[in-house]
């Protein structure tokens, strides 16, 4: 594998991880009434290459299932990231 696709997909592997992450300690700070992480940031996690994460998020820990700026948004990062992988790997060989 050449060194610039390890880096790449070893970045959207920490971008999903880290939302996964987020997206975990923002329900159990729901859960406890505590101070949350901003949506904001949560979105701009997925538009840099997390949506992924982001949704298995809402997944599996069922937060933040019920809005629907979620879906969305979780779901145009995941498109514009996979158009962007397919450009790099298949278009631009």
Do not use: C, P, W
């Not at 390890?6 to 329900?27: R, T």
């Not at 009434?33 to 998020?57: C, N, V």
């Amino acid at each position: 594998m050449a060194k610039y696709t390890q880096i790449i997909l070893g970045y959207y592997g920490v971008m999903n991880i880290l939302l996964l992450l987020f997206m975990f300690s923002d329900k159990r700070k729901a859960v406890k009434h505590l101070y949350r992480i901003k949506e904001m940031t949560l979105f701009k996690m997925a538009l840099l290459g997390g949506a992924i994460g982001g949704f298995l998020g809402m997944f599996l820990f069922r937060h933040k299932s019920r809005k629907v700026k979620f879906y969305v948004i979780y779901s145009l990062a995941l498109v514009a990231h996979a158009g962007l992988l397919y450009f790099i790997f298949v278009i631009n060989k």
